[in-house]
């Protein structure tokens, strides 16, 4: 039951892999419930790579694989259609749920129940999957530079799905050319440009990152103003005008 590719440190996770591995040899049945792309399915796949699965949505196909496999991982098990009628008699089955499912059905068919928190209550699994899923986007663009990822801008709302793509989203935002910022901005505004005040309600979009990222880079007002070619109080009505401090 292998484990060195595993990602995160929280004790949720680490009691999970505790108890597979400790009943991976016993003819038992251990449920892991959490919301969808909390990382069951990796962290199983992970532990037991070689074991079938099948989707408990699929009536005949999880009748058909408790027919052969004495050992089975059975997903999206919230679905199956009467579970109380399944036979995990002599049979290692491990189960898994994006919701919780009849108390009765768990205590009778899984001699381990595990929860699986949100990401957002698993802070010690974040970094690491951060560092995964950077270190996968980097490999894919061919990319071998550093980004900022500001925690702001991370997306936790659907666990590992947003998280994924939050990081893959920074590594192209942050190192678009500005050919590709000009391409960007043509199908925005092909898509928004309208009304009578068009051009002065847009023009936010290109002034108020400039200004914020000017100030932060050079720290002063006439430093800025010098580097821009306007002069002190035009910068300082912008200023105010975007409510950037």
Request: no cysteine; hydrophobic share 40%.
């Amino acid at each position: 039951m292998a484990t060195e590719q595993l990602i995160g440190e929280s004790e949720a996770l680490r009691q999970i892999v505790r108890g597979l591995q400790l009943t991976h040899s016993l003819f038992v049945s251990s449920i892991i419930v959490g919301p969808p792309a909390t990382g069951k399915r990796t962290l199983v796949r992970l532990l037991l790579p070689d074991t079938s699965e099948v989707n408990g949505a699929d009536d005949e196909a999880l009748k058909s694989a408790l027919a052969v496999e004495n050992e089975l991982i059975i997903l999206n098990f919230e679905s199956v259609k009467n579970p109380e009628h399944l036979d995990f008699q002599n049979k290692r089955i491990i189960a898994l749920a994006n919701r919780e499912i009849h108390p009765r059905v768990m205590d009778e068919k899984f001699a381990f129940i595990y929860r699986l928190p949100p990401l957002k209550d698993r802070p010690e699994d974040i970094d690491a999957f951060l560092a995964h899923f950077l270190s996968e986007a980097k490999e894919i663009f061919g990319y071998d530079g550093s980004i900022d990822l500001e925690p702001s801008r991370l997306d936790l709302s659907q666990n590992l799905r947003s998280l994924k793509a939050s990081v893959y989203r920074e590594l192209l935002l942050q190192n678009m050319e500005a050919e590709e910022i000009e391409y960007a901005l043509y199908h925005f505004f092909s898509k928004n440009l309208e009304g009578n005040n068009a051009y002065r309600e847009h023009l936010r979009i290109l002034e108020r990152p400039m200004l914020q990222a000017g100030l932060q880079r050079y720290g002063s007002q006439l430093k800025l103003s010098e580097i821009l070619g306007i002069n002190r109080n035009t910068l300082r009505k912008k200023l105010h005008e975007y409510r950037i401090d």
